[in-house]
């Protein structure tokens, strides 16, 4: 689907430039609702480009959000989620939303994102919006996508805007220091700002060959971790021990898991862990085995489909906003790691 920009005739030449312990769920959760402030020496948001054929590949905004924003990651963070503004629009019905469009059209949109679709943020610019709109001319409406990460002390944050967006009025508001824009990096071009982004491709996801394949179909929504889930992370300290046998085997008996991800659709979620995994039908069955999450993880996640070959689960998506939830605070047992001791 098109980006608004694009619609309006304001496409942007393909850019290639090169760009840039576990995350606590916690810090996960904060990162998505709020910034921080960067360190006085920032380094550019779009790293200089690089020469070597066998760079990683650069930051290209022609991808889907999670596919483009991997560059930018910084190697060291160990979990990623991106929210789809432009998907969310069209799932709500109002495809190309803008700060532009009437303020009751805008405020019913964001009545609807917390409850009817799987968001990971409520909008980093919301708080302020009211300034935004009046001094500066935008709001978290021109956003197409937002992704914030973090992990062993790197977090931060990127926000892609629309394509047509006159970026003076952003870069006016950077440099006022307004609200989570304090400290961030402006790339005026890219239409791209954020604080904590990688400095070189070559420290950023975008290097790690097994992140690439995980992302890149459309999604509302999408979160990725560079590695699996603990079991004491997934179920709580003291619950691996009280296992009866039965499921104590299915768990002693998955493979290695490394990175994985979670795509959100409207109706429809998929794990993706990495081609040819012969564990995936174990993995999708583990909800059925090991003891009940609260929220449960069937309320949000239901009626698995498994594809070994790829690496797949399949959910429909129950209560959405659990679905989430686990998500977000790492809660899923098809992503345990296999030594779970």
Same mark, same amino acid.
């Given at each position: 689907?098109?980006?608004?920009?694009?619609a309006?005739?304001g496409?942007?030449?393909?850019m290639?430039?090169?760009?840039? @312990?576990?995350?606590?769920?916690?810090?996960?959760?904060?990162?998505?609702?709020?910034s921080?402030?960067s360190?006085?020496?920032?380094?550019?948001?779009?790293?200089?480009?690089t +020469? +070597?054929?066998?760079?990683?590949?650069a930051?290209d905004?022609?991808? +889907?959000?999670?596919?483009? $924003?991997?560059?930018l990651? *910084?190697?060291?963070?160990?979990?990623?989620?991106?929210?789809?503004?432009?998907q969310?629009?069209?799932?709500?019905e109002?495809?190309?939303?803008?700060?532009?469009? *009437?303020?009751?059209?805008?405020?019913?949109?964001?009545?609807?994102v *917390?409850?009817?679709?799987a968001?990971?943020?409520?909008?980093l610019?919301?708080?302020m919006?009211?300034?935004l709109?009046?001094?500066?001319?935008?709001?978290?409406?021109?956003?197409?996508?937002e992704?914030?990460?973090?992990?062993?002390g790197?977090?931060?944050?990127v926000?892609?805007?629309?394509?047509?967006?006159?970026? #003076?009025?952003?870069?006016?508001?950077?440099?006022?220091?307004?609200?989570?824009l304090?400290g961030?990096?402006?790339? $005026?071009?890219?239409?791209? $700002?954020?604080?904590?982004?990688?400095?070189?491709?070559?420290e950023?996801?975008?290097?790690?060959?097994?992140?690439?394949?995980?992302?890149?179909?459309?999604?509302?929504?999408?979160? $990725?971790?560079?590695?699996?889930?603990?079991?004491?992370? @997934?179920?709580?300290?003291?619950?691996?021990e009280q296992? &009866?046998?039965?499921? @104590?085997?299915?768990?002693?008996e998955l493979?290695e898991?490394g990175p994985?991800?979670v795509?959100f659709g409207?109706?429809?979620?998929?794990a993706?862990?990495?081609?040819?995994?012969?564990d995936?039908?174990?993995?999708a069955?583990l909800a059925d085995?090991?003891?009940?999450?609260?929220?449960?993880?069937g309320?949000?996640f239901? #009626?698995?489909?498994?594809?070994? &070959?790829?690496?797949?689960?399949?959910?429909?998506?129950?209560?959405?906003?659990?679905?989430?939830?686990l998500?977000?605070?790492?809660?899923?047992p098809?992503?345990?790691c296999?030594?779970?001791?």
């Amino acid at each position: 689907m098109s980006r608004r920009g694009r619609a309006a005739g304001g496409t942007l030449p393909r850019m290639r430039h090169g760009v840039g @312990a576990a995350l606590l769920a916690g810090s996960l959760a904060s990162a998505l609702l709020v910034s921080g402030c960067s360190d006085e020496k920032q380094t550019p948001i779009i790293p200089p480009e690089t +020469e +070597e054929a066998t760079d990683p590949p650069a930051y290209d905004p022609d991808l +889907e959000a999670a596919a483009a $924003v991997l560059a930018l990651v *910084p190697e060291e963070a160990t979990a990623l989620a991106v929210t789809d503004f432009d998907q969310l629009r069209l799932q709500l019905e109002v495809p190309g939303l803008t700060s532009e469009d *009437p303020a009751r059209k805008r405020a019913a949109f964001w009545r609807k994102v *917390p409850t009817q679709t799987a968001a990971m943020t409520e909008g980093l610019l919301r708080p302020m919006e009211a300034r935004l709109a009046k001094d500066y001319g935008f709001t978290q409406d021109d956003v197409l996508w937002e992704a914030h990460f973090g992990g062993e002390g790197s977090e931060g944050w990127v926000l892609k805007f629309r394509d047509d967006l006159d970026m #003076r009025g952003v870069r006016r508001a950077v440099e006022d220091e307004v609200g989570p824009l304090t400290g961030a990096q402006v790339a $005026v071009n890219e239409r791209v $700002v954020g604080i904590g982004t990688a400095s070189d491709t070559e420290e950023s996801w975008a290097a790690d060959d097994d992140l690439p394949g995980l992302v890149g179909q459309p999604a509302v929504a999408t979160y $990725v971790a560079r590695d699996c889930i603990p079991f004491d992370d @997934a179920f709580g300290p003291g619950v691996r021990e009280q296992l &009866a046998s039965g499921p @104590a085997h299915d768990v002693a008996e998955l493979d290695e898991l490394g990175p994985f991800a979670v795509a959100f659709g409207a109706d429809l979620v998929t794990a993706r862990l990495g081609a040819a995994r012969v564990d995936a039908f174990a993995r999708a069955a583990l909800a059925d085995t090991l003891p009940e999450s609260e929220p449960s993880f069937g309320d949000g996640f239901q #009626r698995p489909v498994a594809d070994p &070959a790829s690496g797949r689960i399949g959910y429909a998506i129950g209560d959405i906003r659990v679905a989430v939830e686990l998500t977000i605070e790492r809660r899923l047992p098809f992503a345990i790691c296999a030594d779970a001791e």
